[in-house]
């Protein structure tokens, strides 16, 4: 059982070994406060993020985010993670796990021969990239979940509203990290990967028999 004790653990950890790898250089550690009625919350010490919701340029968002430190960690290039869970005693309730990219690419792109030999540039330093933020929500609350049109855990792509692919499962942290870093920090995955701690708890599935039958987002299973 994946615990709000052992979660919090969890993010620390991995936190402490991304600053280890000098893949990131501001961070906030996970804070684990109980609040009425049972609710246990693990975030980066705040919970106002209500700017992301507003119909507002993707900068002004991340301007934002940037100056009230709204982030658990920010990487070297800028993009910043977030990691938000909220438990009801040992029962996962909702999380909200998100990666909001530098939109000021412009001096790694417009300057590449000065970030070439770094790994944590190699991936950005092209012009046609186009940052774009990522969120993997999940939210069991019977008033919010609609099969299909909104599932318990799903994939969010560039904040389009109605944009929720299916995702099999909650996510941990470990899982989650361990996707940016693939996906859009290879080359420093590919150095870096053996020196950051893995985990192989994961939640139970939560997708729906018609969900899977649509295009959705598979997670690794308990080894």
Do not use: W
């Not at 000021?104 to 990239?129: G, S, T």
């Not at 318990?152 to 996707?179: A, E």
């Amino acid at each position: 059982m994946i615990t709000p004790e052992n979660l919090r653990t969890q993010v620390e950890r991995l936190t402490t070994d991304l600053i280890g790898c000098s893949l990131c250089d501001k961070q906030n550690f996970p804070s684990l406060r109980e609040e009425p009625s049972n609710i246990k919350k693990i975030d980066f010490g705040q919970s106002d993020i209500s700017i992301v919701l507003k119909n507002k340029p993707y900068q002004e968002i991340y301007n934002e985010l940037l100056r009230t430190q709204a982030y658990n960690l920010k990487m070297l290039d800028g993009a910043l993670i977030q990691l938000m869970y909220e438990f009801h005693r040992n029962s996962l309730l909702r999380h909200r796990l998100a990666f909001f990219p530098s939109p000021y690419l412009e001096e790694f792109q417009n300057n590449p021969e000065i970030y070439e030999e770094d790994c944590i540039y190699a991936d950005i330093i092209k012009k046609n990239i186009v940052p774009f933020p990522i969120r993997f929500d999940f939210d069991c609350n019977e008033d919010t979940v609609v099969v299909v049109e909104h599932p318990q855990s799903h994939l969010t792509l560039g904040q389009y509203q109605n944009c929720r692919i299916p995702v099999s499962s909650p996510l941990t942290p470990f899982i989650f990290i361990d996707f940016i870093l693939l996906n859009f920090y290879n080359t420093a995955y590919n150095k870096y990967s053996e020196k950051i701690s893995k985990y192989s708890e994961v939640f139970m599935n939560t997708i729906e028999p018609s969900e899977q039958k649509i295009i959705h987002v598979q997670l690794p299973l308990q080894e």
